[in-house]
Nanobody
């Protein structure tokens, strides 16, 4: 069974940092591109970042470029999102998603990030 489990969310002040993790199991993690996607309160899904299977290429939404860093550890089957200089508009539920088509075939349950003073 494919599983993706996010963790690391929480409440942080503007300008602060958080590191999200997505632990995976049930598939060959190193074979797949992986994404972070977020959903702010009352809004639709927003793609945040993608990383290729071997970490050679990463891409970011304009809204987070320069502040967020996606990475992965294929030995640990885990995806990460380092978030710095957080802003209130980064408040959202953050999901990791496997890039298996349509465009994503498996999602985690999400982790809440709240940026507020």
């Amino acid at each position: 069974e494919v599983q993706l489990v996010e963790s690391g969310g929480g409440l942080v002040q503007p300008g602060g940092s958080l590191r999200l993790s997505c632990a995976t199991s049930g598939f060959t993690f190193s074979n797949y591109y992986m994404n972070w996607v977020r959903q702010a309160p009352g809004k639709g899904l927003e793609w945040v970042s993608v990383i290729t299977s071997g970490s050679s290429i990463t891409r970011y939404a304009v809204s987070v470029k320069g502040r967020f860093t996606i990475s992965r550890d294929n030995a640990k089957d885990t995806l990460y999102l380092e978030m710095n200089s957080l802003k209130p508009e980064d408040t959202a539920v953050y999901f990791c998603a496997r890039d298996g088509g349509a465009p994503y075939d498996y999602w985690g349950q999400g982790t809440q990030v709240t940026v507020s003073s």
